[in-house]
Nanobody, 117 residues
Framework: QVQAVESGGGLVQPGGSLRLSCAAS????????TYWYRQAPGKERELVAIITSSGLTQYGDSVKGRFTISRDNAKNMVYLEMNSLKPEDTAVYYC???????????WGQGTQVTVSS
């Protein structure tokens, strides 16, 4: 089993920056990738970024060039650095850990990001 815990959300002004963290625990060696998703009120959950165990990254079109996903293996942490934030980035951000262990996908509880002046 694996556990994912997000932190770092909050209120930020448009154009500002925020860094989210996802702490992994449990069977760390079973992790194959970590994802960030977000869900705004009334909208479907959207894929924001992915980082694989080999370090490959991928981003959703709406955040390319503004968000950066990274990881610190020594701390079992994955980060989402968000720059040039826009009001439309307002959402609950979720970390999902993909593992080779059932049930394969492990979700965190989510952290709220609000971009507003």
């Amino acid at each position: 089993q694996v556990q994912a815990v997000e932190s770092g959300g909050g209120l930020v002004q448009p154009g500002g920056s925020l860094r989210l963290s996802c702490a992994a625990s449990g069977n760390i060696l079973s992790i194959t990738a970590t994802y960030w998703y977000r869900q705004a009120p009334g909208k479907e959950r959207e894929l924001v970024a992915i980082i694989t165990s080999s370090g490959l990254t991928q981003y959703g079109d709406s955040v390319k060039g503004r968000f950066t996903i990274s990881r610190d293996n020594a701390k079992n942490m994955v980060y989402l650095e968000m720059n040039s934030l826009k009001p439309e980035d307002t959402a609950v951000y979720y970390c999902k850990i993909r593992s080779v262990l059932r049930p394969y996908n492990y979700w965190g509880q989510g952290t709220q990001v609000t971009v507003s002046s």
